[in-house]
């Protein structure tokens, strides 16, 4: 078994229960972690057989573009798609946090994970 990890991928995106978020923005950082069996491509050399994370990126990045109120509906969205299209990923995990929320604080980030 073996861990793809894409971390601190960072967007500008309209994600929030509030009106004002979803015309604002906010920064986010999305984590991701694709466990999956890696022996094959580290014996060929090929990307055909692995898992290519720059498309899994490209997944993130649209997912991340289209607006949702919760953080957990757009982490659901995510995963959704990558075990749509890969069939290699085990397990995986995504991890989005929101840069300064307007919560009333000094608050530097909340985040939200899901795992499948």
Known sequence: M???EIEGMEFYA???HFAAEQVVG???IVDLALFTDCT???QSDKLSDALNYQSAYLIVKEEMQIKSHLLEHVAARILNRLYEVYDL???AKVK?????PSMG???KMVSVTLER
């Open 14 to 16: 309209y994600h929030g």
């Open 89 to 91: 990923i085990e397990r």
């Open 105 to 107: 604080g000094e608050i």
């Open 96 to 100: 989005i946090s929101k840069l300064n």
């Open 2 to 4: 073996g861990i793809i």
């Open 40 to 42: 094959r491509a580290a």
């Open 26 to 28: 906010n920064r986010f």
